[in-house]
T-cell receptor, first 112, second 114 residues
Framework: DGGITQSPKYLFRKEGQNVTLSCEQNLNHDAMYWYRQDPGQGLRLIYYSQIVNDFQKGDIAEGYSVSREKKESFPLTVTSAQKNPTAFYLC???????????FGSGTRLTVV | DAKTTQPNSMESNEEEPVHLPCNHSTISGTDYIHWYRQLPSQGPEYVIHGLTSNVNNRMASLAIAEDRKSSTLILHRATLRDAAVYYCILRDVESGGSNYKLTFGKGTLLTVNP
């Protein structure tokens, strides 16, 4: 079955360490996205990519980096420059301008 | 981006219909209305979308006002599994590269009572 896989589901890291969250899709979708969600809040866009080797900053890109070397993959690195990295991270993909997004099941990152 | 306004929370009883409202008074002619829902500790799930006409699918119905300044997501018979946060979002399909983005607000928390 087609879908989006995020791994790992839970991730713990020490403060000051970089960490990379994985996102893979086999839906043949062109666009991919990373969102962050804090408790009781809506989703905020970190980065998005419409095609391979191209991506744009979202509303809260500071302290994060991404790459899009393959259509299927859009990894997110949370760097030590991100001041409050503990959050629920969601990856999504879409095709075309009208259809809805497909979301992964998320990665809950805790920095201690 | 055009904004939407939703109630913070709503309650319903199991097996009764639920009408979730959304106001979007600044909607443009090229904005599609999307609805998603999110269960606890899960990613959002696409529910339905529409432009001008009412839409039906296996999950829900979307009723769009004639002036498009408001819409209502209708769950015909609520079940306990429908308890979730429901997001109403506008997606502009004409504004160049940014048309791929969805902007999520806080949504409506739906509680379903047994």
């Amino acid at each position: 079955d087609g879908g989006i896989t995020q791994s790992p589901k839970y991730l713990f890291r020490k403060e000051g360490q970089n960490v990379t969250l994985s996102c893979e899709q086999n839906l043949n979708h062109d666009a991919m996205y990373w969102y962050r969600q804090d408790p009781g809040q809506g989703l905020r866009l970190i980065y998005y990519s419409q095609i391979v080797n191209d991506f744009q900053k979202g509303d809260i890109a500071e302290g994060y980096s991404v790459s899009r070397e393959k259509k299927e993959s859009f990894p997110l690195t949370v760097t030590s420059a991100q001041k409050n990295p503990t959050a629920f991270y969601l990856c999504a993909s879409s095709i075309g301008r009208i259809r809805g997004y497909t979301f992964g099941s998320g990665t809950r990152l805790t920095v201690v | 981006d055009a904004k939407t306004t939703q109630p913070n929370s709503m309650e319903s009883n199991e097996e009764e219909p639920v009408h979730l409202p959304c106001n979007h008074s600044t909607i443009s002619g090229t904005d599609y209305i999307h609805w998603y829902r999110q269960l606890p500790s899960q990613g959002p799930e696409y529910v339905i979308h529409g432009l001008t006409s009412n839409v039906n699918n296996r999950m829900a119905s979307l009723a769009i006002a004639e002036d498009r300044k408001s819409s209502t997501l209708i769950l015909h018979r609520a079940t306990l599994r429908d308890a979730a946060v429901y997001y109403c979002i506008l997606r502009d399909v004409e504004s160049g590269g940014s048309n791929y983005k969805l902007t999520f607000g806080k949504g409506t928390l739906l509680t379903v009572n047994p």
